[in-house]
């Protein structure tokens, strides 16, 4: 379905360890592209998941993953 929309290229990650296996090779192919990132938080929002986390939480939580894997 991507490619019909115009990427060249569309990704779907499932795991921390499949990201950053595969984010070198993603960030030098040529675009456009798109990466779909399952991080299983959407699944415990607050609006489905009284204990959820507020997307913006859940954005700041994988910065920090990301950083410190960098």
Sequence with gaps: M???AGY???YAV?????FK???S???S???PLL???HTGLADKTPMTDLGGQPFHQ???TLRNKLDKAG
């Excluded at 499932?14 to 499949?18: N, S």
């Design 25 to 27: 090779s993603i960030l």
């Design 8 to 10: 060249r290229k569309a």
């Design 21 to 23: 296996r595969r984010l």
């Design 58 to 60: 859940q954005v700041e």
């Design 14 to 18: 499932t795991d921390f360890d499949d």
């Design 2 to 4: 991507a490619k019909g």
């Design 35 to 37: 990466v779909e990132l």
């Design 29 to 31: 192919d040529e675009g």
